[in-house]
């Protein structure tokens, strides 16, 4: 990816400033102080991760609009994207430094913030065909690891603070491999205290050194009681002895064992170090030496103008070609050449005879004129039947028809206008007689046709039968009709009757309540009466004849009520049950009328009876009209006989006018056939066709005179024709003209000839001219193989450009290192085993193998020898064993042996934990070391000329250390401030290689940072710097932002492309490739061996404060300068050039 264009609007102190026509490879910006170069990086910086982290480090202030845009070239295919950001609006106006410090960097979302990516490639007319996302164009980095190691100026070059773990990741700080080396030491540290500890004398620290006191102190208590215990006790402690010896013995057996196996291994891993060596060796030679031989640029220019010539050679060889067929192809001399003082006589009388042709064709134009207008007025006058003229067509050549007009027309048309005015009377009666009868018949025809049709749909009965027996049916239907509606009008009378004999069933029950009622009224009127009559004086007192009369009363109310509602009912039951039987015997008489109703129609389901009495009474209408047209046959028929006898008249009388006609035309000399009306048009025209008749005569005449000239001077054309052996065809103008065509052909074929004869011989020298500088181009590109001893191109190309060898060198230096790194980190012993292969040719592993099984045989005979001594004297311990004094100091004498041979055995183990953790801290220094470590050592080697060929990580604490070529190690802070810059370069590089890796191609800005390099040192910058981007995927780019002249110029020197920041012109033109060398010059001899630089002299160091990254690396000492190391010649010469002609190349 690529910037090529950069838009500021505003931005700190710039302000509409635009940066166009930007490429990939190295950018340098020049431009002097204060031109804003450190706002560009800063604006490049803010574009792809945003405004904020500026707004939050007090750089802008958020109050300020400001926006801008890249133009980014994205890869594969150099899609041209827009990413554009802009911080304005109302809005931004409340803003401040801290509504930045949320630390979200690069996101967006704050008051008038915006980015816009776009597809603005032409070739995609404006449709994109992907979204786009910033992701997919900063990868996967954020804006601190930006700013760490691909946008950085002179402050952060000599520091590493920018390469703190915040900045870049876990791509520096792979080194340890996870391994806390801190922690390592002060493990390793505790283990040596603990070790010094058990060793020392003092019995107050050593728990070993008090056992041991305490054993003696017993061993003389058991001594001086002379006890055989104590024999027994001397002879188990014998035992022990030999017993620790037998297993000593073991271990060792075991440990010799090991040893053969640790042997092997190193033998299998013998073939895997000597692989990894052998191509370790061969890139360290490829990457000492150019990988592009300057033979490969000039013999690619050599090329070029050989395939050049050759094409140069090849086209003058087809022109050349050509120019030979386009002689061979010209026409030899024909008869008109020959003849051409004649055809030029004759051609001179053109003028003449376009005169002549000119008088004819308006001779014959008047005389067509004069035809059409004779021919238009015969038409007008409708004679077309009469004098038939075909008029030719202007230009055919025919002569014109001579027609004359008939005799009659000198007589006068008086007498014809009386026999016009018979005939069309005639005709007029004709047409009304024809009328008359017409009317007539069709009359008859439709009366007949009408009463026909009625008669054959009778079925042979006359219409008066048909008549009778349509009303009768009518009637029999009406009466249908009424029975029927009387009988749906007894059905819902019957339906009423039958509601009410169910109504007055219902009826002759009394209703509950007023059956209670009444039922209650008699009993209290009974009880009143009876208490009336039959309870004492003393009881009722003055009211018992009351209650007596208002008893009876009550119930004879009572009795006489319920008879009369028992009575009304029946009455009504029974008039409704009379009703409904009289209804239903009514019902029976319809039903059966009805019934011989329909027996006597015709039955038919589907219509009913109303639709069927309807069609009845309109069939009995049609058959009364039908009745009334068969008497009106017989008038009609002698109104038509009647029409055809005065059609016959006017018929005869019609004949003799036309016969009277044709005799009058006849005698005029006119045509039979003419009509009334065409000779009344004749008459109106008579007089203007005799005079368009003489005219038309006359002009005819004159055309036949002007015909003959032309066709005498067409008859001399003819034959000068055939003299000149061609073919007449067409007019005598056209004939001129062909001759003259033809004259001037041959005239040109000449010029022609010759002009080719010329262009030949200049064509053949050229042609050979390009033929010899083919030849010499050709002995310049073989005089490149001679020198290099190769047979072609692929060869050459393999032994002056070998990128590609290196390439495949390293990635098999990869794969063998991987290799052995993996058998190496399987294999736990021995720890030394690089120096065993290193010393392999001194003292081979073969015999290392026999040495460890001669000690191994030796183990195994010195513990047979100590099993033969255990026996013995575990037979005199049997003899001992019996006395069984001094039990406690024995017991206290084992117990001592006892944590006694604990600590010893502490002490081997804090010896074995302590030198497996020494082994694995060396192991993983020596075979941890991250490829970015050796980019890194690559490129410091290049930038130092070799003489710091390496960085690695130190083994007993995390920091760097920087070799050089003989041998002695630095640290950074130890180093002159310009090598330290070189180192921290160095970094970057292999980190930017790195990141590339991953997909991320953001372009690479620097700003001054090589100021501090003197010029030796700066053209070697630059000269990596250039090579760096050239080995970079394509379009890769970096910006060199710069306010010294010097650097700009180095920079040019180097390959790279500079431009002035106030001058949009470049300034100074690109760096021409070498030039190929003479042919004349003695071949050189092609080698590979690096050219030897010198240090220049280290810049005096500047002191600066020291980092928490540096104090983590290099110690707390790294704010004291060393003084600097002593600088050896700068005026030895520089290195080759490997890759600037490919970085611009791919400029172009």
Known sequence: MFIERIEVERFGALERLTIDRLGPGVQVLHGTNETGKTSLLEFVRAVFFGFEGLFRRGVLDPQVACAGRLLVRMPPERTLISVERRHEG?????????????????????????????????????????????????????????????????????????????????RLYELASG???????????????????????????????????????????????????????????????LDADMEAASARIEAAGAAEAVVRGVMALEPLHAEWRRTATALAALEAAPLVHP????????????????????????????????????????????????????????????????????????????????????????????????VPHDGDGAPLPDVLLPEGFAHSFGPLRARARDCAAASRDVA???????????????????????????????????????????????????????????????????????????AQLIPVPLLVALGGLFVVGTGMLLSGTLLPSAVTGSMAYAMAALGLAGAGVASVTTWSLDRNASVRLEASRSQLETARKQRASLLEQCGLLDARIAPDAATPLERRLAAAQAEVDRLEDLAAREGSVHTLADRVTLAEQALARAADDRKSARQRWRRALQHRGLPATLSPREVRQIAMHRHTLLTLDDDRRRLSEEARRRREEVAAFARHIEEVFVECELSPEGGPLEHLRLLQERLDAEKAAVRRRSQLTRRLESARRRHRHAVRQVRVAERAVREYFTRWNVAGEREFLAKVDRREEYEQARADATLAETAWLDARRRTVEPADVDRWLAESHALPLATRLADACQATSTHRAALAAARDRRSAVAARLEAAARDRGNEALQAELAEIEERLAEQVERRRLLDRAQAFLEETRAAVARDHQPPVLREASRWLARLTAGRYPSITTAIDEARLDVHESDGTVWSPERLSRGTREQVFLALRLALIRDLGRH?????????????????????????????????????????????????????????????????????????????????????????????????????????????????FFFGRDAEHERPPRPATDPALPRPPRRHAARSRRSRR
């Not at 006191?213 to 009681?225: C, G, H, K, M, P």
């Not at 079925?459 to 048909?466: H, L, S, V």
Request: aromatic letters at 4%; hydrophobic letters at 45%; a negative charge.
């Open 432 to 506: 009304d007689a024809k009328r008359g009868l017409l009317e007539a018949r069709r009359a008859l025809r439709d009366t007949s046709g009408t009463v026909k049709t009625a008669g054959d749909g009778l079925g042979g009965i006359t219409i008066t039968a048909a008549i009778e027996q349509a009303v009768e049916r009518a009637a029999t239907l009406r009466k249908r009709i009424a029975a029927g509606e009387q009988l749906a009008d007894l059905d819902r009378g019957m339906t009423r009757l039958e509601q009410g004999v169910t109504e007055n069933l219902e």
């Open 999 to 1111: 997909d991320v191609s953001l372009p690479v800005v620097m700003d001054d940072a090589l100021v501090n390099f003197d010029d030796a040192r700066a053209r070697a910058a630059a000269q990596v710097l250039v090579e760096f981007i050239a080995e970079q995927p394509a379009d890769r780019q970096m910006l060199v932002l710069t306010c010294h002249e010097h650097v700009a110029r180095i920079f040019h020197e180097a390959g790279a492309h500079v431009r002035s920041l106030t001058d949009p012109a470049p300034l100074w033109a690109k760096a021409s490739p070498p030039a190929a060398p003479a042919l004349s010059a003695p071949a050189p001899t092609p080698t590979s061996a690096p050219q030897t630089l010198g240090d220049p002299a280290a810049a005096a160091a500047d002191a600066a404060t020291a980092w928490p990254a540096e104090e």
């Open 90 to 170: 109302p809005l931004i106006s409340s803003l401040t430094r801290s509504s930045y410090e949320d630390d979200v960097v690069g996101l967006g979302g704050d008051h008038g913030d915006l980015i816009e990516l776009a597809d603005v490639d032409p070739r995609h007319d404006g449709q994109p065909r992907h979204r786009l996302y910033l992701q997919d164009l900063v990868g996967n980095i954020d804006e601190t690891a930006f700013t760490s190691i691909m946008a950085f100026g002179l402050d952060e070059l000599h520091e590493l603070r920018t390469l703190e773990p915040e900045g870049c990741g876990s």
């Open 295 to 390: 033979d490969r640029d000039a013999w690619r220019q050599a090329a070029r103008r050989l395939r050049l010539h050759e094409r140069r050679a090849g086209k003058r060889k087809r022109l050349r070609a050509k120019l030979a067929r386009a002689l061979a192809e010209l026409p030899a001399e024909s008869a008109v050449w020959r003849k051409r003082a004649a055809l030029t006589a004759l051609c001179e009388e053109q003028p003449r005879l376009e005169r002549l042709l000119a008088d004819l064709a308006r001779a014959e134009s008047h005389a067509r004129l004069a035809a059409r207008r004779f021919g238009e007025q015969v038409g007008v006058a409708g004679l077309s039947r009469v004098v038939p003229i075909a």
């Open 179 to 241: 391994l806390d080396r801190s922690q390592v030491s002060r493990v390793l540290a505790h283990l040596r205290d603990a070790v010094a500890r058990l060793d020392s004398a003092d019995t107050a620290v050593s728990p070993i050194a008090s056992l041991e006191a305490r054993r003696r102190d017993v061993r003389e208590r058991l001594a001086d009681s002379g006890a055989p215990a104590v024999v027994a006790g001397g002879l188990w402690a014998e035992l022990g002895h």
